[in-house]
Every structure is written in C-alpha cells, then in structure tokens.
T-cell receptor, first 114, second 109 residues
Framework: DTAVSQTPKYLVTQMGNDKSIKCEQN?????MYWYKQDSKKFLKIMFSYNNKELIINETVPNRFSPKSPDKAHLNLHINSLELGDSAVYFCASSHGDNPGNTIYFGEGSWLTVV | GQNIDQPTEMTATEGAIVQINCTYQTSGFNGLFWYQQHAGEAPTFLSYNVLDGLEEKGRFSSFLSRSKGYSYLLLKELQMKDSASYLCAPWDSNYQLIWGAGTKLIIKP
C-alpha cells in the first residue's frame, strides 16, 4: 500500500498551459506539503496544509495554487506554466507540523515545460 | 541567513565506513533530520537528532553538537545500495525545516 501517492509521475507540457498534480495520503496524517526540488537538488517547501488550513505559504508565484478537498488530499494546480517551473514536485505528509514528526514523501512528479 | 553546508559528493568502498558531515546556521534550532534519497526516488527518513550525542540505528548512526552547529551521519559496512544522496535538514525556531542540497555518496566495489 502506497502511503503518499501522487499523479502523474511524469508530465511534459507546453509553456502557457495549466496543469494539476494530485496527491493523496492514507496515513491518517493531518498535515500535507508540496515541495519543489530543482536541478541543484534543493528541496524548497511551497505549501503546507494542516486540517485544511494553509499554514505555510512560501514566496511562490500565485500561478501555483494548492487545493485540499479533505485532509487526505492536497492537489497542486499550476497556471500559465513557464520554463522555470520544470522540476520535480514532491507531495509529503506528517502527523502534525512539529519538529521531529517524520515527513513521508510521495514518489515525485517530474514536470518538464517545453 | 540560514545555511546548510554538506560536501557535494563523496566516494567510499563497499564494506568500509563513511562519515558525512553537515554544518548549519539557522535562526534557532529544534532538531535535525537526515534523509536518504536514491536517484529518481523520494527522500526517506533516516534519523532525527534533537539532543547532543550519538543516535545509533543499525548500520547508520547520527551525531549532533548543537553548540557547534554540526551533525554527521555515519554509515558502516557500506553496501552498494547505500549509493544515494544524504540530506541534512535542521528545524529552525519558527518550525521551518531547512533542507541542504545533500551529499551524493558513491559506493565502489
């Protein structure tokens, strides 16, 4: 059973398109995250949701919007895709957002914008 | 500012021991994670240190010195499957997790 699953795993799309990446976790966690890992391998947090409320919103472009229909799902919608959006996007979850709570990552979504 | 410093790449021999160092500068400190990430895969949890000292977990151990802003991950009896990137990530006082770029570890037979 996959704990944190995200789809699609690979996505190639043209500039200007709108796309979504879906994420679901079956761990019963109440906090979910979206991370971006760029070509230099830095993991940068984009968003986190705790009990359906946004609690971290880093300085990401407003073309990126997280949507959480319930605490088991956190989808990422991206409008007007740009070349610089090409990266690996990881969904993750944890039991609460306190330090030390293990963060479980999904397998990643490889986004390529052409 | 907040900064994580790890070697970019290390090479070691199968069966040997390797130590991956991490120094950090953060606004406050609330513990530190080590994660393993195989190429093309998700990061997976290895250890969490919040108190000074050594935490041992099988072949892997992690050490923390809060006063020095320093941690290391020690891998013993290296296996080929240990070839991966190892990410050091401290928590700051705002409960933000700051990720380093990781150390790519290459294991040779």
């Amino acid at each position: 059973d996959t704990a944190v699953s995200q789809t699609p795993k690979y996505l190639v799309t043209q500039m200007g398109n709108d796309k979504s990446i879906k994420c679901e976790q079956n761990l019963g966690h109440d906090t979910m995250y979206w991370y971006k890992q760029d070509s230099k391998k830095f993991l940068k947090i984009m968003f986190s949701y705790n009990n359906k409320e946004l609690i971290i919103n880093e300085t990401v472009p407003n073309r990126f919007s997280p949507k959480s229909p319930d605490k088991a799902h956190l989808n990422l919608h991206i409008n007007s895709l740009e070349l610089g959006d090409s990266a690996v996007y990881f969904c993750a979850s944890s039991h609460g957002d306190n330090p030390g709570n293990t963060i479980y990552f999904g397998e990643g979504s490889w986004l390529t914008v052409v | 500012g907040q900064n994580i410093d790890q070697p970019t790449e290390m090479t070691a021999t199968e069966g040997a021991i390797v130590q991956i160092n991490c120094t950090y500068q953060t606004s406050g400190f609330n513990g530190l994670f080590w994660y393993q990430q195989h190429a093309g895969e998700a990061p997976t949890f290895l250890s969490y240190n919040v108190l000074d000292g050594l935490e041992e977990k099988g072949r892997f151990s992690s050490f923390l010195s809060r006063s020095k802003g320093y941690s290391y991950l020690l891998l013993k009896e290296l296996q080929m499957k240990d070839s991966a990137s190892y990410l050091c990530a401290p928590w700051d006082s705002n409960y933000q997790l700051i990720w380093g770029a990781g150390t790519k570890l290459i294991i040779k037979p």
